[in-house]
Structures are given as C-alpha cells and as structure tokens.
C-alpha cells in the first residue's frame, strides 16, 4: 500500500556556445517522460486511480529522475557540441512532509556523454 504522493517539477537549461537550435518541445518531452507518471489537467474519478496507481508502480526518487533526464538529453541532443552546459533540477513536493525533496546536476555535456558511455 503506497504511503503518500508527491509531485515532481523537473528544470533542465542548456547553454550552447554557438547558434544550435534546442527544441523546447523536446525538453518537455525529456521532463515528463522522466517522471513516475505523466500529469493531466482534468480527470474523472476512474481515470485518477489509474493513474495514481501507475505512478506508485514506478516509484522515483528526485536523483532518478535527473539520472534519467540526464540520459534523455545526451539521447536527444546528438549534435550539440561538448561545451555545452546542462543543469538539470528536480524538485518532489512532499504531501506529507514538511520539506521538498531535490536534487541538481550540472555539467557539460562531453561529461555526460562521457559518463553515461561508461555507465550505459
């Protein structure tokens, strides 16, 4: 039986050097596809069980979910050079707790590439 809720708020910024394109659209798609479960605006009863129990069946702490963003953005970013500067935050605000859960990273992106090639 899951305890609590919590609701993450994920912040990735990229910081290229030259005039590469970073689509917006894809850094939304990185976020929400981090987290345990996709957000939605207006729902019926039914359909709110469905997806609450979707996201306790895929429980991530804020570090997963910046590992995770990490890994997206050296997937979807191929072309952008090594100097560029990711800082990528996630932030779980606690239902029941009275602090918010969060987690930072910052690097370039050669470093992530590096990292990830190592560990992936």
């Not at 039986?1 to 910081?15: A, C, K, L, V, Y």
């Not at 929400?32 to 479960?37: C, I, L, P």
């Not at 606690?94 to 590096?114: D, P, V, W």
Request: aromatic content about 4%; glycine content about 4%.
């Amino acid at each position: 039986m899951p305890t609590h809720n919590q609701r993450g708020r994920g912040i990735i910024s990229i910081e290229v050097h030259n005039s590469h394109f970073v689509s917006l659209e894809k850094i939304i798609n990185i976020i929400e596809n981090s987290m345990s479960s996709q957000m939605f605006e207006l729902l019926k009863r039914a359909d709110e069980a469905v997806i609450v129990e979707r996201a306790h069946k895929n429980p991530k702490f804020v570090e997963d979910c910046v590992r995770s963003m990490a890994q997206k953005v050296v997937k979807e970013f191929p072309d952008l050079p090594d100097d560029s500067v990711i800082v990528i935050k996630q932030i779980n605000e606690e239902s029941i707790h009275q602090h918010n859960a969060f987690a930072e990273r910052k690097s370039t992106l050669g470093e992530l590439r590096q990292e990830i090639n190592i560990t992936g």
